[in-house]
């Protein structure tokens, strides 16, 4: 069952992520769906994470369908690397640079808000 749960979660990550990337496409090489998806998978899992650990009344199979599974596949730090390359091997130093910072930076702050989010909402949700 747990195998199915990330085999499952997996495949709509994919397909999910593969859409967005058709979806949202920049003129100037700048891989800008792939930092969008990877930041939401960031916030998505943060959130997702610290909810349930705080509520802590979630199965695994949940978590390795939608933690593992799905937001697993739907970011990418192998797409996000192989971008980077290209990115300088084309002579886009500024917009790999940038594509690094922005990763790396915009990623922590986003699953850190994430988790903010969940604290807060946990603490609504709690009765007292």
């Known amino acids: 069952m747990k195998l199915f749960s990330v085999m499952l979660g997996g495949f709509f990550g994919a397909i999910t992520r593969y859409s967005i990337g058709e979806w949202i496409q920049t003129d100037n090489g700048f891989p800008l769906g792939t930092l969008l998806v990877n930041l939401l998978g960031c916030f998505v899992l943060g959130w ?3 909810f349930f650990t705080i509520r802590n009344n ?14 697993g596949s ?8 192989v971008e980077t390359i290209l990115l300088f091997q084309n002579g886009l130093a500024f917009y ?13 702050i986003f699953a850190y808000l ?6 807060i909402n946990g603490e609504k949700g709690e009765t007292h």
């Open 48 to 50: 997702f994470l610290t």
């Open 96 to 108: 790999g640079t940038l594509y690094v910072l922005m990763s790396i930076l915009l990623g922590l």
């Open 74 to 81: 739907f970011t990418t730090f192998s797409t996000f690397s």
């Open 58 to 71: 979630i199965r695994p199979e949940i978590t390795l369908l939608i933690g593992t599974g799905f937001i």
């Open 114 to 119: 994430g988790l903010k989010f969940a604290l």
